[in-house]
């Protein structure tokens, strides 16, 4: 028992002098950080730029027009590339698929490095930060890790974020870790991620303008909930469809409602019906507030309310610039229903979207710089001309926009929206290049999905995807997850000239 004591008492002493070390070597470096900003200041007293930081994930990116366009060179080019005389640098930091977490990490590291004077920070970042209302039980216990930089880290690296971790692929829902950790997102930890960055600006005397965060509300169907899984549910919720689709939209409510009573787990997809059908019989409030329910469930494609209103919230509390994104596209879409006459897809903003999206930030980027807008109402076609996009990058974008289509098809049960979507997106692609075979290789995967074996055959063979196109699977593995949704639909022969790329494909997701 004593010497299980003693070995008790000497690991709380190893852990106690291991913290102590820790706090003490943050201590130094935050001192060191604050003596090199001025030196680093000083030393580049001459620098005449003005530089636009830009935190997020693929819509900051400017995805999928990206690298040629994107939200802050749009920004730049509102300012004629000057603010206050000074030329506008931008450093954008933002990498597709990221969370606020990522993008603070990513400042400071360039902070720490480049502590420029001169600047203003975007911040449009929670897309991927897939949160929901409610309290969160392991909050407490999180917060207490991110007073520390290192444990702060840590807890980043546990959580599979870290690109190149020992962790990424791990599964964070499961064991002691999630119980304790809470590696799960939540809008309590959202919040937090989000002052973390606003306060990390603030100690370099940059100022932040946050957004909120847009979405195709009214024409991208929800992810799959319980509304597949419980018994007699699909069939009335098949049928209410059906109604609607013969134009009985009021017929189809009754129905809708009736599931609604039925107490389903997770009534998104009945939410969203009800919003198509009072949009089509003209009642657009209610079908705005029924697709933002939808929204609200927990879409992992797309911000609910509940995040927006937080950055509203931390705008006001903290004294930030606040471009209201979300209110802005509504005012904009036809009847408030932002749909895809503003998005490319979920949440990728078309042209007109990403310029509505950087007039916002524009507009609070005068207030924090004093400096007036030279362009405040550039068109699609104009910021396409400036920065030479032409017609083989809008092919380029179609094709990413039906790759994008038809990979988030496969997360779902019910496809044919996503697939329609999909071929929207090949038909103008075709339009541009009538005789290329990146079409081709989409609608195989369109007509897989579907299980159209015989559109599926056809489509190989137009495009010769097993001959001199068969570099298109060696380009794309993850189609192979598409494939094996639908194994019957293929022929023993194509699946077997397929084997060899997917056991390439699979031996590179281990390494």
């Not at 179609?398 to 979507?421: K, M």
């Not at 494939?483 to 699946?495: A, G, I, K």
């Amino acid at each position: 028992m004593t010497a299980i004591r003693r070995c008790g008492f000497l690991a709380a002493a190893c852990i106690v002098l291991l913290l102590g070390t820790v706090l003490l070597f943050e201590a130094g470096l935050k001192a060191g950080a604050a003596a090199w900003k001025h030196l680093y200041r000083f030393a580049h007293r001459g620098d005449e730029r003005f530089h636009l930081y830009v935190i997020g994930g693929s819509t900051s990116y400017g995805e999928p027009y990206a690298p040629k366009i994107s939200f802050p060179k749009i920004v730049a080019y509102m300012f004629d590339g000057k603010i206050r005389g000074r030329e506008i640098d931008i450093v954008n930091l933002a990498e597709g698929g990221r969370d606020i977490q990522y993008g603070f990490w990513a400042l400071q590291r360039e902070w720490l490095v480049r502590p420029r004077r001169d600047a203003a920070l975007l911040v449009y970042s929670g897309i991927n930060d897939p949160v929901t209302k409610g309290d969160d039980p392991s909050f407490r216990r999180w917060r207490l890790m991110q007073r520390s930089m290192a444990l702060s880290k840590l807890q980043w690296v546990l959580e599979g974020m870290a690109p190149g971790s020992l962790f990424e692929g791990f599964e964070p829902r499961a064991g002691v870790l999630h119980r304790f950790f809470g590696l799960d997102n939540s809008l309590q930890k959202y919040e937090h991620r989000l002052q973390r960055v606003i306060a990390l600006a603030r100690s370099y005397d940059v100022p932040a303008i946050l957004s909120t965060l847009v979405s195709n509300i009214a024409e991208f169907d929800p992810e799959d909930g319980t509304i597949y899984e419980v018994p007699g549910v699909a069939e009335r919720f098949s049928g209410a469809k059906d109604l609607a689709r013969a134009g009985r939209h009021e017929e189809a409510l009754e129905a809708l409602r009736g599931i609604l009573n039925t107490s389903i787990p997770d009534p998104a997809h009945i939410y969203y019906q009800m919003g198509n059908c009072c949009r089509a019989l003209g009642r657009y409030d209610e079908a705005r507030e029924y697709f933002w329910r939808a929204v609200d469930g927990g879409d992992l494609r797309r911000a609910n309310r509940w995040q927006n209103e937080v950055i509203r919230r931390l705008a006001g509390e903290c004294g930030t610039g606040l471009s209201d994104a979300a209110a802005l596209f509504e005012a904009r879409a036809s009847h408030g229903l932002p749909g895809y006459d503003l998005f490319a897809d979920a949440h990728h903003p078309n042209l007109e979207g990403y310029i509505l999206l950087a007039r916002g930030f524009a507009r609070e980027l005068e207030k924090a710089t004093g400096e007036r807008m030279t362009r405040p109402d550039v068109t699609p076609e104009e910021v396409e001309r400036q920065f030479g996009f032409g017609a083989e990058d809008r092919y380029g974008a179609y094709i990413s926009e039906a790759a994008w289509f038809i990979g988030h098809a496969t997360l779902v049960r019910d496809r044919e929206e996503r697939l329609r979507a999909a071929e929207r997106c090949l038909r103008k692609a075709e339009g541009i290049r009538p005789e290329a075979p990146e079409p081709c290789f989409f609608h195989f995967l369109v007509a897989v999905l579907r299980d159209d074996r015989e559109g599926a055959m056809r489509w190989l063979e137009k495009g010769d995807l097993l001959g001199t196109n068969r570099r298109l699977f060696e380009e794309n593995k993850w189609i192979f997850k598409v494939l094996n949704l639908s194994e019957t639909v293929l022929p023993r022969d194509v699946v077997d000239a397929l084997l060899p790329i997917e056991r390439d494909a699979k031996a590179m997701r281990l390494r």
